[in-house]
């Protein structure tokens, strides 16, 4: 199997996704952009750069006239514009001009908050994403989606800029703790509900070798679901349209994501987003109650939640119509026409929403 895949805009190649289970092949890609003598900024934060950075630093340090690095603590609280300014200024104080480099060494956390930084620092330099996290390898690093939550209002600032490599080594997922390594696998059913039911009913099949982490199982559902997410940006790179699909799960997702203060992790609050929008679903007889039930039993099979507690429905619900989805008013939320197949509906109601919401609110 091919591990590299293009990412094009306009037929023109941009990036590629490469899949790996180790650091060598770095250089092929810093080669790429002539990094000889530019500087590189390797952006982190405090989890994996006890992993991972020192590794990579050395590689990277042969292929760079200087190598910088920036570390930041980990988690969700970091991903705002103070840790922003923190890296502008370690940038400009050492110099750092268009034609540098940044590299994000870490989760979607790390990926977004760098990608930010590289789209408006100078108005834009390189960089590179390698995700150490099976989420952010299958979805986040994956399209120039690039923000930092202000307030408590998720990815509300941002930017499209496109990286110019998605690095993965795929070894990395071997350090998840268990909740890390599953959450990932929100995004992944997600793909398979909205754009493949051949691919959904292979992650069904595949379950055992997926939770024990089998390597090479781990390689070809990676590469199946960054295909998955590469057809949808590549046609539609600044969410236009149909990228929109990508957020199925994720409208009543992010609200129960921010009432739960970040206590759950992204894909688990994208596993419970899409039960409620699978219900919907049901609901408006797009798919049978059987489906709806096998749904949630796959979501459950992978250590996922489908429900919430500690949080109110309306609360959950005013939360969600503060989306920034919402376009003239109403909200694009995105529902299955069938498995495997997603469309875009702007007639969901708040009645309708609020019963979604009261099925996985327990």
């Given at each position: 199997m091919n591990t590299n895949i293009t990412v094009k805009y306009n037929e023109m190649p941009v990036y590629d996704i490469v899949l790996e289970q180790d650091y060598s092949a770095i250089y092929r890609e810093l080669n790429k952009l002539d990094t000889k003598n530019k500087k590189i900024c390797i952006v982190t934060d405090s989890n994996i750069s006890k992993l991972y950075l020192n590794e990579v630093m050395e590689i990277v340090k042969n292929y760079a006239r200087e190598v910088e690095t920036f570390t930041f603590p980990a988690g969700e609280e970091s991903k705002n514009l103070n840790t922003v300014y923190?890296?502008?200024?370690r940038l400009i104080r050492s110099g750092f001009d268009r034609?540098?480099?940044?590299?994000?060494?870490?989760?979607?956390v790390v990926g977004d908050l760098t990608g930010y930084a590289a789209a408006t620092y100078l108005r834009g330099i390189n960089f590179i994403q390698m995700p150490t996290s099976l989420l952010a390898m299958?979805?986040?690093?994956?399209?120039g989606k690039t923000g930092v939550d202000f307030l408590s209002f998720k990815n509300m600032v941002g930017a499209f800029h496109q990286p110019k490599s998605v690095y993965l080594n795929l070894k990395t997922l071997?350090?998840?703790?268990?909740?890390?390594?599953?959450s990932g696998l929100g995004e992944i059913i997600k793909?398979?509900?909205?754009?493949?039911a051949d691919y959904y009913i292979w992650l069904k099949d595949n379950s055992e070798a997926i939770k024990r982490r089998d390597l090479n199982i781990l390689k070809e559902m990676i590469y199946k679901s960054c295909l998955i997410k590469r057809e949808v940006v590549e046609k539609d790179p600044k969410e236009l349209g149909e990228r929109a699909l990508l957020n199925y799960g994720h409208t009543i997702g992010h609200a129960v994501e921010k009432l739960m203060e970040f206590k759950l992790l992204h894909g688990e609050c994208v596993a419970i987003g899409m039960a409620a929008a699978s219900y919907l679903s049901y609901k408006r007889e797009h798919i049978t109650k059987e489906q709806l039930?096998?749904?949630?039993?796959?979501?459950?099979s992978y250590q996922l939640p489908v429900s919430a507690t500690g949080i109110a429905t309306e609360d959950v619900l005013k939360v969600t119509l503060?989306?920034?989805?919402?376009?003239?008013?109403?909200?694009?939320?995105?529902l299955l026409s069938k498995i495997g197949d997603a469309c875009i509906d702007t007639t969901v109601t708040e009645a309708d929403?609020?019963?979604a919401i009261e099925f996985i609110i327990k």
């Open positions: 923190q890296l502008y200024e034609k540098d480099l940044l590299i994000a060494l870490g989760g979607g299958v979805d986040s690093s994956i399209g071997l350090s998840l703790n268990d909740q890390q390594y599953f793909h398979g509900l909205i754009r493949d039930q096998d749904i949630i039993n796959v979501i459950q503060h989306d920034k989805k919402m376009e003239s008013g109403k909200i694009k939320f995105i929403m609020l019963e």
